[in-house]
């Protein structure tokens, strides 16, 4: 994971050199190469390789789904939304450039992802990474972290189900960690069931994920995060630790781990290896 | 361009169906199903016709672009840019929706933009689909609409020279109408010089776009265009009528008219007659 994260450190970086205006670009590389566990991009080469491509194929999708993401965190930090004032233990982007900086930066790395993707897959089949751009775009839009983020910001304040609360974290979270191994086995060349197995591993980790970061709210430090915690129970907004308590939510987690281990059967154990670590490295996160 | 606009509105429509999470798609339709010139879809349409395309080939690169440049309004228009309360005779998105929907709305259309190319581009060959994604995206991040902007609002309220004033324009406006028009050649089949001509043209045009809509602030009332007037004088911004004065800006309109339609010389005067009467059309456009 380590080595893997290490080459999309390096792709990102060469994915958008500082250039006129720096101001912009600056802003968006302060971001964007921030640091983070990378665990989209390590997700897309990791799927990949699972479905027998070369890892190379995979990078420029790698390089997109943390793209996505990283202008997912600059918007959500902005003062309309969560107004955090730190991220990776480091000032929020609007509070390093100003705010319109900030949103603009977001946009323009939601814009390059798709270019990147779009210009990157030399060598992919033409077909294949259009695909990818129509995975990565419904996991952005309407269909995906824009709704999950409309119905968790309509939901602050309210009471909230489960059945709510799990459509808020499937699209707000979920669905990008899945297209990003979906990209990742697409731009792979693997089969439609390969690319369907994977996609279900996938929201399963992506569930995961949310739940621990919503465990690791209630139980950790604003020094440990590297962001301010207890920022979900000040804002009285739905969690699984609020609906199923931090047991409960603890509970949930290990049955999410155990599906989507069981999800790999179907491939060759060592292949597989990977994502079963990846599961379970989610599952066991510290902060 | 009344026929095409009127096709460009229906397929929009149907581009994005009301669904769950209403309070977020019914944001994102507001915007988008606003009415307006359509003037970048129709030159997406006109370009694909000119090469030789069929039209409907060039319908999801239509939508596409006035996705974005729907976006970019929404964005344009939020209180830590240019606070802008009306638009097209209506209240804002932020205003109508709140400030937070109307961000993701943005971003949604964004994504919405890319994806839909990806999937509607059913008979376009998928590398010619890939191509428009790429410069498309291209349009819209560090060397298009965000970097225009960047500069832009660096730039108020500071003394800006023509160079300055060119950069603003051509990435803020022209890059965006020159993608239109570039993608509809491309996925209509255009050779590379066709291609690389429509560029040329769509510059220049982009660029007339933007001077006419800098005379327009100062000569019109907010009734007659819809939106605030006076905006960019009330913000010190730099315009071609603050640098050339009013009659000089016109002089240089005229003269980026006489260019593009020069260019289209290499096209049969019959087919080109859409892309002639365009750049008349936004030339003598009164508000």
Chains 1, 2 share one sequence.
Request: aromatic share 4%; proline share 4%; glycine share 10%.
């Amino acid at each position: 994971m380590a080595s893997k994260a290490a080459a999309v450190n390096e792709a990102l970086d060469l994915s958008l050199p500082l250039r006129y205006p720096e101001g912009l670009v600056d802003s968006m590389r302060y971001s964007l190469l921030a640091g983070g566990k990378r665990v989209r991009p390590v997700l897309a080469l990791a799927a990949c390789e699972l479905v027998g491509g070369d890892e190379a194929a995979a990078v420029p999708v790698a390089c997109a789904v943390e793209m996505v993401h990283t202008m997912s965190l600059i918007h959500d930090d902005l003062p309309c939304m969560d107004d955090d004032g730190t991220r990776r233990g480091r000032p929020t982007n609007h509070v390093a450039f100003g705010v319109s900086t900030a949103l603009l930066a977001g946009d323009a790395l939601l814009a390059l992802a798709f270019e990147h993707v779009a210009r990157g897959c030399a060598g992919v089949p033409a077909a294949r990474a259009l695909r990818a751009v129509a995975e990565l775009g419904s996991a952005v839009g309407a269909d995906g972290l824009a709704a999950g983020l409309v119905v968790d910001l309509a939901s602050e304040g309210s009471p909230v189900g489960l059945p709510t609360l799990e459509y808020i974290h499937v699209h707000k979270t979920a669905r990008l960690l899945e297209a990003s191994a979906v990209c990742g086995a697409v731009v792979g060349g693997g089969t439609e069931e390969e690319i369907e197995t994977i996609r279900r591993y996938a929201r399963r980790i992506g569930l995961l994920f949310q739940v621990i970061d919503d465990v690791l709210d209630v139980t950790c430090s604003s020094e440990q995060l590297g962001k301010t915690a207890g920022k979900d129970l000040e804002a009285d907004k739905a969690t699984y630790p609020k609906l199923l308590g931090v047991d409960g939510a603890r509970a949930y987690a290990a049955e999410l781990v155990a599906g989507a281990v069981a999800e790999l059967d179907r491939f060759d154990a060592d292949r597989a290896a990977p994502l079963r670590h990846l599961a379970r490295f989610i599952a066991n996160r510290q902060y």
